[in-house]
């Protein structure tokens, strides 16, 4: 209410920058959620309701079907999703590509990775008519991370 956001730092001690991409006007249809984690493919991690958690590395060229509807305070017939997708345990380059997956796959791609990082990229996805979006993944083996933020109405 009085213009100002939190950053919560967990672990160890770390110099933060914060630099503003753009605002939402009241009247949007863009509605924030509290972060949910949607998906982890790591061994051992944990989702929002545990769905979706370690599944694995997704292996280069395979479609992953994320389920965002009914999940993480994402009510079922939004039209959009906005996701903070991480890519990380790749042994080499790669890209994921972001799309509804009632969509064909785009020619881009909405986060890029190198081997041994730890890539995160905020992404605002359409979602398919069953609620999900799919995650391409190009080039390399990687985990997956997807943690819903928000929802178009």
Known sequence: ADGTVCLYVGVSD???????????????????VVPARLLDSRPGESTVDGEQA???RAAAGDVVVLDVAGRGEVPEGV????LNVTALGSDGPGFVTVFACDAERPVASNLNFDAGTVQPNLVVSAL????????????????????????LS
Not at 14 to 32: E, K, Y
Not at 79 to 82: D, L, Q, Y
Not at 131 to 141: K, N, P
């Open 54 to 56: 370690g599944g694995g």
């Open 14 to 32: 770390v110099h933060l920058i914060a630099d503003v991409n753009g605002f939402v006007d009241a009247s949007s249809d863009l509605q924030p």
């Open 128 to 151: 398919g008519a069953d609620g999900t979006v799919c995650l391409y993944v190009g080039v390399s083996d990687v985990h997956l991370i997807a943690d819903v933020g928000g929802y």
């Open 79 to 82: 039209s959009g999703v906005v």
